[in-house]
């Protein structure tokens, strides 16, 4: 059994996933689609994909395509999730989920009256600190934990510029501006990964930036912001406390590790940096670096495949940490591109399982509503001076999904 699926976006970072869709043995087909058609003819050109799609609604009005991946500019996949869902599709998003509360819940009722699988591709879910933290606390080792920390560290001028100006055009400033608790989930997301609570309040102070070029600068901005920096303190719902860093102006080697993570228990503790990770306990520190990462786990994630010859795509592979259960993955994605400290296979062989086994996938949409909203909220208590904030929960994702397999085209 097997099923198609239809990239909404041909960007930059699409043609990581689009290559790993058409490994996967559970895949039949993959299309494209963008508003710039000829990013779209270029991504099936350069990957053998097996076609485009004139548009969105053409996407998700064919029966050629059973699932969507969303990979639009990041304020519009709410809205792109609900029509894929309300039309019969699957949907993978790239994150967040979306930029507002009501968004979510459009997406949460829209999978409940569906039955269709929905996943959010949140990399932090799998990042190798994340997935060792995990182990360690189901193995009882931190003891209670009692406060965690998780930092998104990116620098403006190591990527986003760019990438803004790409997607952008000639406004780009003004999505450039984009408030960086609007974009929560890979800091929020590898702390909760580990943890079995949720954000129930918070309290959060951005940095008005400083910078003075016309990005985060609140006559500029699509979104009335001009903050680049926010730090935001959360009470959870187990009585621990998560610390969420989001940076976008800071000295800090981003290419090498975006993401970074510290747990605190009443056992043991687990602390990163750049290049190093520790596991602590009462009387001793263990390096375990070398468990969490490789020089290609740590190597940059280029942007665009499309802009490599093969060759050089081999090169940017991000490989696997040992941490990593590898052994679960389809033998097709030996030497494949990967991405973010080697989760995206994983993320994508996540989503094909929960298609094809109608299951309820990892990062689902009551699992991205908890790793999204937090940040939503965050942003909305530093708008406000810092006040603290209630942070409303969705609950726990259901055992199963209720749509059938019947649609999907046999293999």
């Given at each position: 059994m097997s099923f198609s699926i239809g990239f909404v976006g041909a960007g930059q970072f699409a043609g990581h996933f689009a290559s790993l869709f058409r490994l996967h043995p559970g895949v039949s087909a993959v299309y494209a689609t963008d508003l710039i058609p000829e990013r779209a003819e270029r991504l099936v050109a350069d990957l053998g994909l097996d076609g485009t799609f004139k548009d969105f609604d053409a996407m998700i009005q064919s029966e050629e395509v059973d699932a969507v991946a969303i990979f639009t500019q990041r304020w519009t996949h709410g809205e792109i999730a609900v029509k894929a869902l309300r039309a019969g599709k699957d949907v993978y998003s790239a994150v967040p989920m979306a930029i507002t509360r009501d968004e979510i819940a459009a997406i949460i009722q829209a999978v409940r009256e569906t039955g269709r699988v929905y996943m959010m591709g949140e990399t932090s879910y799998y990042n190798p600190a994340v997935v060792y933290a995990r182990k360690q606390a189901a193995a009882g080792a931190f003891g209670d934990i009692f406060y965690a920390e998780g930092d998104y560290v990116h620098d403006m001028d190591l990527g986003f510029y760019d990438a803004y100006r790409f997607s952008g055009g000639e406004a780009w400033k003004e999505t450039?501006?984009?408030?960086?608790?609007?974009?929560?989930?890979?800091?929020?997301?590898?702390?909760?990964?580990?943890?079995?609570?949720h954000a129930v309040s918070v309290s959060c102070l951005g940095v008005v930036d400083q910078r003075g070029d016309g990005v985060f600068d609140r006559a500029v901005s699509r979104f009335g912001n001009d903050f680049s920096n926010a730090s935001a303190l959360f009470e959870l719902s187990d009585g621990g406390v998560m610390r969420i860093n989001e940076m976008r102006r800071v000295g800090y080697p981003s290419p090498i590790r975006e993401s970074r993570f510290r747990f605190f228990g009443t056992e043991g503790s687990?602390?990163?940096?750049?290049?190093?990770?520790v596991w602590q306990d009462k009387t001793e520190v263990h390096d375990v670096s070398a468990l969490l990462a490789t020089p290609e786990t740590l190597a940059a994630d280029h942007p665009s495949l499309a802009d490599l010859s093969p060759t050089l795509r081999a090169a940017f592979s991000s490989g696997h940490a040992q941490v990593h259960d590898v052994q679960r993955l389809p033998s097709s994605f030996d030497g494949a591109p990967n991405g973010h400290?080697?989760?995206?296979?994983?993320?994508?062989?996540?989503?094909?399982?929960?298609?094809?086994?109608?299951?309820?996938?990892?990062?689902?949409?009551?699992?991205?509503?908890?790793?999204?909203?937090?940040?939503?909220?965050?942003?909305?208590?530093?708008?406000?001076?810092?006040?603290?904030?209630?942070?409303?929960?969705?609950g726990e994702a259901p055992e199963t999904v209720g749509a059938s397999v019947d649609a999907l085209h046999e293999g």
């Open positions: 450039a501006s984009y408030p960086p608790m609007l974009y929560p989930t890979h800091s929020i997301g590898g702390v909760l990964g580990v943890l079995p609570a687990f602390e990163q940096i750049a290049t190093v990770s400290e080697g989760s995206h296979q994983f993320l994508v062989d996540d989503f094909v399982a929960a298609v094809l086994q109608r299951s309820v996938p990892t990062v689902n949409a009551w699992v991205a509503a908890r790793f999204t909203l937090p940040g939503i909220v965050a942003h909305e208590s530093a708008v406000n001076g810092g006040v603290r904030l209630v942070i409303d929960d969705f």
